[in-house]
């Protein structure tokens, strides 16, 4: 199958832990009602978890027919190209910020993300990263705090 | 008629409203220019921030955005060879050999004027078909609705994507997340594990910032590096003699727009790569080789996908079937706002129709004077660095999630569904499909339990139902055609 694009590193990985995931759904809602009813709550649950399995297995068989972009070395390229340090240390940093948001308050946070994330993102100079991510800090809040009156984190640190 | 009128012309004659249409739309040229800013993206974070408004000011921005936002990508296209947004992939074709000629300000010209043509073709569109659809829709039964809700998920994953089967898993994965919850049938507990948070389901905005917007700003880190071409633009203004000998085309490219813009699942992308095609095979002498810097290679594809707006629009309002990616985020933002897409919207609520029709005429309009003027500043915005434009869309996300219920889990749903978004299309998973099974299948569910006890729970009268009825048959036989369409078997009935 000359025209068949090669499989990406943790590709097969990711299609099984989907085939995975399916059966498990497909269990959970199977336990809503089983096969009590044809219009039970739980039937278009199984429908849905079903189809997800039955195209999840035809997909795991679909990648595993392919051929590997390279034969050795599949987690090393996955770490440098799926998941390159530098796309790591970013959903880091939005995981932290994402659960510094409540106990921190949104314009700490936010700044702090802000600043980090173009710091390291942009790498050019410290001060205009600074000054960006004031300023752009500054309208998102005026314009969604105070013209749109969105309710934002108000922080229990401080 | 006379009331008709004063609908259409209310985003008109009320300064806040049309204020809203002219923002919307000169921020929807910028959200589509920007490369990584996309329109569904910006469209699902502004829905959080709205769903407090009155319906007509949420309505008359997205209206203005939408407009502004497909049309947006073509400057991008053209100047940077970046389609802003994925309607604008064709147009890069021969925008961007334009703008390497030194012609970047007429192409930007020649495209804003065909955008505009394209536009109000498709509202013209759904001015007439829309009401002539509801009548013939209220004729629909729930069995009609599961299937065109199952025809618009299968169209979107398979011609967004590559494989069928990566398709269906989508849609089927965006249904189950629809079902989290509890049943509003019956209040039994659907996929909740015993956890109270997840009894009132999981809401899709958060779902829909995850999988549009965290999703694709962590896809944008892989293309960190890449340093946008500058280019130098001259006037905007475009050559009319150009114009005049192009409108032909114009006029049937947006044709083209408009009907597969109307088919539920298709949207600007495939009008526009349609249209490109059709300008190839028929135009036979361009103003220069097709992917050299033809003319006509520019206008087919503005035309068509600017047309495919209003055409989106027809299913959406008509069927509550969207149009396409950002047909169902606006989908959402109905429902947000307490309104019911399908037949019976056009009937109880007749005014919000002519005001979206009045509020797409006037962003089409909006849309020739900021599409002809502002270039400058436009082309500094546009190379703003993704470094810059990637912390920030990850504040707006969050922003933007926890607005709607101001409850912090809906943020890591969000995040949650971004990595698992990333990962999807790393692999080439559609994410489009997602979005629509999580809108459609509290709808699909409904529809066929209803449609399950209207034949008593037998199989046989179910299923007799779907051959039976005219119109069911009809959607039945589409549906297997698409279905047909994507497997080997039909690949090798072709081949002979």
Known sequence: MPDQPRRQPGELVFSLLLLVASLFLAWQAWSIAGFASLSSAGVMPMLATGTMAAAGLVILGQTARRRPVAEQGAVRRFLAEVTPPRLALFAAMIVLYMLALEPAGFLVSSFAFLFAGMAFLHRRSLALSLVVSAASLALIWLVFRHVFAVVLPAGRLF | ?496
């Open chain 2, 1 to 496: 008629m006379e009331q008709t009128a004063l609908w259409f012309l209310m985003a008109w004659l009320d300064p806040g409203l049309l204020l809203m249409v002219a923002a919307g739309t000169f921020a929807g040229i910028y959200i589509g220019a920007i490369p990584g800013l996309s329109v569904t993206m910006a469209v699902s974070i502004l829905i959080s921030f709205t769903f407090k408004w009155p319906v007509d000011d949420a309505l008359a921005l997205i209206a203005g955005i939408f407009v502004g936002g497909v049309y947006g990508g073509a400057r991008s296209a053209i100047l940077l060879n970046i389609p802003g947004a994925p309607s604008a992939v064709a147009t890069a074709f021969d925008g961007y050999p334009l703008a390497q000629r030194g012609e970047a300000g007429r192409a930007i010209g020649v495209a804003t004027v065909m955008s505009v043509v394209g536009g109000l073709m498709g509202v013209l569109a759904l001015a007439l078909a829309a009401p002539v659809i509801a009548r013939f829709a209220l004729l629909v039964a729930p069995r009609d609705y599961l299937l065109l809700a199952m025809i618009g998920i299968l169209l979107v994953g398979s011609l967004a994507g590559k494989s069928l089967a990566r398709g269906i898993f989508a849609g089927a994965l965006g249904v189950t997340i629809g079902m989290v919850g509890l049943d509003p049938m019956t209040a039994e507990g659907r996929f909740t594990f015993g956890s109270l948070s997840l009894m009132g389901g999981i809401p899709y905005v958060a779902a829909m910032i995850g999988f549009f917007g965290v999703a694709e700003a962590l896809y944008q880190l892989r293309h960190l590096d890449l340093e946008p071409v500058k280019q130098r633009v001259g006037s905007l203004l475009p050559d009319w003699r150009v114009v005049k000998k192009l409108l032909p085309l114009s006029l049937r490219t947006g044709a083209i727009g408009v009907v597969i813009g109307a088919l539920p699942g298709t949207g600007g992308d495939i009008a526009a790569l349609m249209a490109y095609d059709h300008a190839k095979r028929t135009v036979k002498e361009p103003t220069s080789p097709f992917g050299e810097g033809a003319y006509e290679g520019l206008v087919a594809p503005e035309s068509a996908n600017n047309a495919a707006v209003g055409g989106a629009y027809i299913p959406m309002l008509t069927l509550g079937i969207p149009g396409d990616a950002v047909t169902a985020v606006i989908i959402g933002a109905l429902y947000i706002h307490g309104l019911k897409p399908g037949p019976l919207l056009m009937v109880e609520t007749p005014h919000l129709f002519w005001f979206t029709v009045g509020s797409l005429t006037l962003a089409n309009l909006c849309l020739l004077v900021f599409g002809l003027t502002g270039i400058r500043i436009f082309t500094k915005l546009v190379e703003c660095p993704k470094g810059i434009l990637i912390p920030l869309i990850l504040v707006l996300s969050a922003v933007g999630t926890y607005a709607i219920q101001n409850n912090p889990v809906d943020i890591y749903w969000m995040l949650g569904f971004g990595i698992l978004g990333y990962f999807m299309k790393v692999y080439d998973y559609p994410v489009a499909p997602v979005i629509l099974g999580v809108i459609l299948g509290p709808l699909m569910d409904v529809s066929y339990r209803r449609a399950m006890i209207s034949a008593r729970d037998d199989p046989l009268t179910f299923a007799s139902e779907f051959v039976t009825a005219p119109i069911s048959l009809g959607l039945t036989l589409f549906l297997l055609a698409i279905i047909l369409g994507q497997t080997p078997l039909w690949s090798k009935l072709r081949g002979r």
